[in-house]
């Protein structure tokens, strides 16, 4: 069961806007994204379905890992300057990498000072191999939530959390914009990081070490402290991060919300799981 593609067509029922997902091999729909209220996105079941039924398979739009390859995810023994890591040099003549780009960012990163404290790097080198390629001027890219007008309220309002998130996608712009040498689109870089921060999803396997994963349709699942579907995120055979997610209740009716748990179960029955959800 892969996402493949949205259906063009669209339709408003009265709980907000409402795209199908299409599956192969026939499979029906078995979830659609829909708008919240508060211009947010939310996965709704599209029918009655049981326990341990795989509601979403998708492969990642793009990833960035540490240390393994950084086109097939296997033991990298080949590295560029710039802390790229290849596990041949089929995978690094396939890995069309910013590399002086990514290099600055390495620098910087090993250099870190007050202005660059606040940055997330493995965020701006998902950012920044997201911009050389092209993929956030895409029609899927541009749809994620960036959540900005909402941050900007509430740090109006003394929100010291939605302040400590725009000031790291600003030192964040800047330093990917240094890197990249596009000063006049650092506003632009500023959404960007801000879309990776509320969409994308941190990986740690065994097999590969870390890694930075977004996902665009299993982006749109929000969080529970007590969700009805489990996620699990894990390499293909294709050479890529796949996304499932699976409901694990007894029975979920049409129309209901599908939600997840952002944190780990040791996380979720800890005392400090609001602190954590904050930051």
């Not at 390859?69 to 790229?84: D, E, I, P, S, Y």
């Not at 959404?191 to 996902?215: C, D, H, Q, Y």
Request: some cysteine; glycine content about 4%.
């Amino acid at each position: 069961w892969e996402a493949v593609e949205e259906v063009s067509a669209r339709v408003r029922p009265a709980g907000g806007v409402l795209s199908e997902w299409r599956f192969i091999e026939s499979h029906p729909v078995l979830c659609r994204e829909r708008s919240t209220d508060d211009g947010g996105r939310a996965v709704v079941s599209a029918e009655n379905v049981a326990r341990g039924v795989c509601v979403l398979k998708e492969r990642a739009f793009a990833f960035v890992t540490t240390p393994n390859c950084a086109v097939c995810l296997r033991r990298a023994k080949r590295r560029c300057g710039c802390g790229t890591r290849w596990c041949s040099s089929a995978c690094q003549e396939k890995d069309d990498h910013p590399c002086a780009a990514l290099d600055l960012l390495r620098r910087l990163e090993s250099e870190r000072d007050e202005s660059s404290c606040l940055a997330d790097f493995d965020a701006l080198r998902l950012a920044t191999r997201l911009w050389t390629s092209g993929k956030t001027k895409t029609e899927e890219f541009l749809r994620l939530c960036d959540h900005r007008e909402v941050l900007v309220d509430a740090a109006r309002r003394g929100d010291v959390c939605a302040e400590r998130i725009l000031a790291s996608a600003h030192v964040g712009a800047t330093l990917v914009a240094t890197s990249l040498r596009c000063d006049d689109d650092e506003s632009q870089l500023v959404l960007s990081l801000l879309k990776i921060r509320f969409n994308a999803f941190p990986v740690a396997l065994v097999e590969m070490g870390t890694s930075l994963s977004l996902f665009l349709r299993a982006s749109a699942f929000n969080h529970s402290c007590s969700p009805n579907s489990s996620l699990s995120i894990h390499p293909s055979t294709d050479d890529t991060l796949v996304f499932e997610a699976r409901v694990h209740v007894d029975f979920l009716c049409r129309g209901m919300e599908l939600t997840i748990s952002y944190l780990s179960l040791q996380a979720l029955l800890s005392e400090k799981r609001r602190e954590t959800l904050r930051e």
